[in-house]
């Protein structure tokens, strides 16, 4: 296309299997009615046992695990013989007619196991489907944000449960501080003020709701007991918004509570297969296979709760909208995702900078600029409204920022006088590669944390400085590819480089495959792939293995290789848009 850096194809034609094609769509159907059938019939109600075929196979977390390994490998093996074949004898063997039945039959049943894998049988083997340990954060929360904020969740909780079943020993963090004291102590001095915080109706629901996850046969007073340890609800306003409208006509129930997950996972499904309309059944159901064994988004840590999915489904349908060039759905999708869990504005900003690219070069390509940047904000601005109508949205906005500054840091410390730097065992970025001690195993005492938050302090300039550099390398490339490629380039490297957070938030890397999909350069785009897809594996098999520790996994393995696979991918890129012969050129 006219307009475009050398090297870059700015094409998306589907497949031309045109039967196969318009019905690619059954099998997420057919995923959504089989995860749906198992939660209404297993877990819409308290107390009611899983599956059958749970017990009779002795499924555990680590068969699931395994099942992940075992089918990335095989999507590897299969994207290694395509990647051989297209080399070597071209797309004419590709097109037999035994090859295609082979090769569709392969992906359609690797579709359909991982999916019901990801979306159920691995969050059930934690004995209920559904998240009540995270419900308590992001659908309780929200529904009493109005007295609770962010920041009495944990002491009114404490205030509403007997000692009998929260003891007094209980562990619980300030939600203000971060830092730590018991539940007597909440009781004593912060717990009586709760109940001033609410109406007498108010205070008798939120007490019902309480017991509710106390219930054993709902939830249960250990999962409460730990929940009091973790960091809160830090939702945004958007997402807080969405859950008291949902509250406002649903009743407070269990029942409730799983339709709330069970929506997350229709919305996935229908991204995956707006994806895969996008961009053909072949590289779509690549795309949802790599999705589904993904090693840092395994669904059973934010699946299966309330709201906690749905900015990954708009990533992935504006992302989709980016390819078929409906810029307005792309950018108003982005927006809603970045409303949600606001670090998805960095896709918007690549795909800003692949647009502006692509305008500088063909101004005929000025409108499509346009309607992707009025189609953002006037989503932004609806979503906006949407949360006015539940409070103040000034007030809304200020608390929540408050809240990030204080979840940016670790807790507090009286011995280094300030805070600990934060390095959750979950951690991924390039801020882990900086703060690596030698975690790689079970028998690892793990490191002085006050060592390491002065070591680090030392050392971050130079964190600062990598990190930013590989973002404006990122940046410049943006300028020189296309739409989707850019967004997903510059918003995974800046994440990645500036932001390093929890695992399961790079789930949209999943989309790795759709990036390379653009170059001409077919081999090598599928050969960076399988190298993309390995160090997935990698992390798949140290998840299986005894000595599996969640540091050992994140902040050391995948860190380290996705940091070794952004600069090939960087310098493949860079000699594809012929920048490097341009820098050559240069006296």
């Given at each position: ?16 299997s ?74 004419q ?50 529904k009493?944000y ?23 020993k ?29 109406t007498?109706?108010r ?101 299966g709760?309330s ?54 070069r ?32 000034v ?96 918003g ?96």
């Open positions: 296309m006219a307009g475009l850096a050398p090297n870059v194809d700015d094409r998306s034609p589907p497949d031309k045109a039967t196969f094609q318009r019905w690619a769509w059954l099998p997420f159907v057919f995923i959504f009615l089989l995860v749906a059938g198992h939660v209404l019939t297993y877990e819409y109600e308290g107390g009611t046992p899983r599956a059958w075929w749970f017990a009779e196979y002795d499924i555990r977390v680590k068969d699931t695990e395994r099942f992940m390994l075992y089918a990335a490998g095989v999507l590897a093996c299969c994207t290694a013989i395509r990647t051989i074949i297209f080399r070597i004898h071209g797309e063997v590709l097109r037999r007619r035994v090859v295609k039945i082979g090769y569709r039959a392969v992906l359609l049943s690797l579709l359909v196991t991982t999916g019901f894998n990801f979306f159920y049988v691995r969050r059930a083997s934690y004995n209920h489907w559904w998240h009540c340990y995270d419900s308590f954060h992001y659908g309780l929360n929200p009493f109005d007295e609770l904020g962010y920041e009495y969740l944990y002491d009114c909780a404490v205030e509403a449960s007997p000692t009998k079943t929260i003891w007094h209980t562990d619980v963090r300030n939600l203000k501080t971060y830092g730590f004291t018991n539940a007597k102590t909440v009781r004593k001095s912060r717990g009586p003020a709760c109940k001033a915080r609410f007498p109706e205070w008798e629901e939120f007490d019902d709701a309480v017991d509710l996850f106390l219930d054993k046969e709902q939830c249960g007073a250990g999962r409460v007991r730990a929940a009091f340890s973790d960091q809160g609800y830090n939702g945004t306003p958007f997402h807080r918004s969405l859950m008291q409208t949902f509250w406002s006509f649903a009743p407070l129930e269990r029942g409730s509570f799983v339709l709330l997950a069970l929506f997350d996972v229709f919305a996935v499904c229908v991204a995956h297969l707006f994806m895969t309309r996008a961009i053909g059944w072949r590289r779509g159901y690549t795309f949802s296979i790599f999705a589904f064994t993904l090693v840092t988004d395994r669904f059973s840590i934010i699946g709760s709201m906690r999915l749905l900015w990954l489904a708009a990533i992935i349908i504006a992302m989709a909208a980016l390819i078929r060039k409906r810029w307005a759905t792309a950018g108003a999708f982005l927006s809603v995702s970045a409303m949600l869990n606001v670090f998805p504005l960095l896709l918007g900003v690549g795909a800003l900078l692949g647009l502006t690219g692509a305008a500088k063909d101004r005929q390509r000025l409108p499509d600029l346009r309607r992707f940047a009025v189609g953002g904000l006037v989503s932004a601005c609806l979503c906006v409204a949407v949360t006015a109508t539940q409070g103040d949205l007030g809304g906005y200020r608390a929540f920022m408050h809240d990030m500054e204080v979840h940016a840091d670790g807790p507090p410390n009286a011995k280094l006088g300030g805070r600990l730097e934060k390095t959750p065992g979950y951690g991924v970025g390039l801020k882990f590669a900086f703060t690596y001690r030698g975690e790689h195993g079970k028998k690892h005492g793990g490191y002085n944390r006050v060592k390491l938050t002065k070591e680090f302090a030392q050392i971050e300039p130079v964190y600062r400085i990598l990190g930013w550099t590989l973002t404006g390398i990122a940046a410049v490339l943006a300028f020189h590819l296309a739409a989707a490629e850019a967004a997903l380039m510059f995974f490297i800046a994440f990645f480089s500036l932001l390093g957070t929890v695992a399961y938030y790079f789930a949209f890397v999943s989309l790795i495959p759709v990036a390379l999909m653009f170059s001409r350069h077919r081999a090598t785009a599928e050969l960076l792939f399988l190298l993309f897809l390995l160090t997935s594996i990698a992390g798949l098999v140290h998840l299986v293995s005894p000595q599996y520790t969640a540091t050992s996994l994140n902040r050391t393995l995948i860190t380290f290789s996705w940091l070794g696979w952004i600069g090939l991918w960087l310098v493949w890129t860079i000699r594809r848009t012929g920048l490097l012969p341009d820098i050559r050129e240069r006296p």
